[in-house]
C-alpha cells in the first residue's frame, strides 16, 4: 500500500478558497488512480479522481468550483476548492487505486466552511 499524508485543511468563510495536498511515498504513484473523498455524516463520497493520464472526474455538486490535479514529479495530488459553501464541510480524504490492490487511504484533513 502507498502512504498518503494530506494537508491544506482548515476554517474558511463562505465563498473562500483552499487548496489540499495529498503527498505520497509509494513507488506507484504515477501509474495510480487518485482521488479526494468526503465525509459526512451520512456516507463517504467521491469528490473528485484523476487517473495517471490525466484524466479527471468530478461529483455534480463541485463541478466549476473544485479541481484536481497531479504533480507526478512530487508524487502529490491537489484539490483546489473554490467558493465553498457551508455544505462542503467535511473531512477530506486522499485516495489512491491501482488495479486490483486494496486502495490506500489518508489520516483525512477537516474543511470547514462558516461565517
Sequence with gaps: ???LVESGGGLVQPGGSLRLSCATSGRFFRISTMGWYRQTRKERELVAAITNSGSTNYA??????FTISRDNAKNTVYLQMNSLKP???????????LGDLPDSWGQGTQVTVSS
Design 60 to 65: 455534480d455538486a463541485v463541478k466549476g468550483r
Design 1 to 3: 500500500q502507498v502512504q
Design 87 to 97: 455544505e462542503d464541510t467535511a473531512v477530506y480524504y486522499c485516495n489512491a487505486r
